[in-house]
């Protein structure tokens, strides 16, 4: 997959753009995930780099920030949250990621299949079906958001996806034995 993306996103309402443009007027805090979580250290350093002084991390979990995030766009509050694609709150809010001019967080990243080595010598037909996987991030939103509003299980949301997909699925199973 192509597309991944870190960074601090805001609902579309909001007039501002930029990291550059963030400070204690627009919002006192940024709502972040896990303590430890990648997206939150990248994010203390952005305050850090940009000097941002007046605007605290404030450590959450997933289903806490998105609910903070749900909440304040039911209000058209301002809020500023760390942001991942894929991530089924995208397909949820109208949302936006802010412009980091200095490239600190990741942008264009990109989510590769590992397979062990020796797998295309050992079985060639399984190495060309993962070869061939390739999804975009609105497809794994769409899946993520099955599972977190219709609180299915991550089994069923696949073969939910693989119905409404399947002429994708087929071209990855066309391969030669």
């Known amino acids: 997959m192509e597309g991944a993306q870190t960074g601090l996103a805001v609902p579309t309402y909001m007039d501002i ?4 443009e963030l400070d204690g007027s627009v919002v006192s805090h940024i709502t972040g995930i896990d303590a430890g979580a990648g997206v939150n ?11 941002i002084d007046d605007v605290q991390l404030q450590s959450s979990f997933d289903a806490a920030m998105t609910q903070e995030l749900s909440t304040h766009i039911e209000n058209e509050e301002p809020i500023v949250v760390t942001g991942w694609q894929p991530h089924w709150k995208f397909n949820t809010h109208d949302l936006k990621f802010l412009e980091d001019p200095k490239g600190i967080y990741q942008e264009d990243g990109e989510i590769r299949t590992i397979v062990r080595e020796g797998l295309e010598e050992d079985d060639p037909v399984a190495f060309q079906i993962l070869d061939n996987f390739y ?19 991550e089994v069923e949301a696949a073969e939910q996806w693989i119905d409404d997909n399947r002429e994708t699925v087929d071209e990855w199973l066309d391969v030669e034995e």
Request: no cysteine.
């Open 17 to 20: 753009d930029s990291i550059e």
């Open 41 to 51: 250290s990248t994010t203390e350093t952005v305050l850090e780099e940009y000097e």
């Open 135 to 153: 999804w975009t991030t609105e497809d794994m939103n769409e899946v993520m958001l099955k599972i977190s509003e219709e609180e299915i299980d």
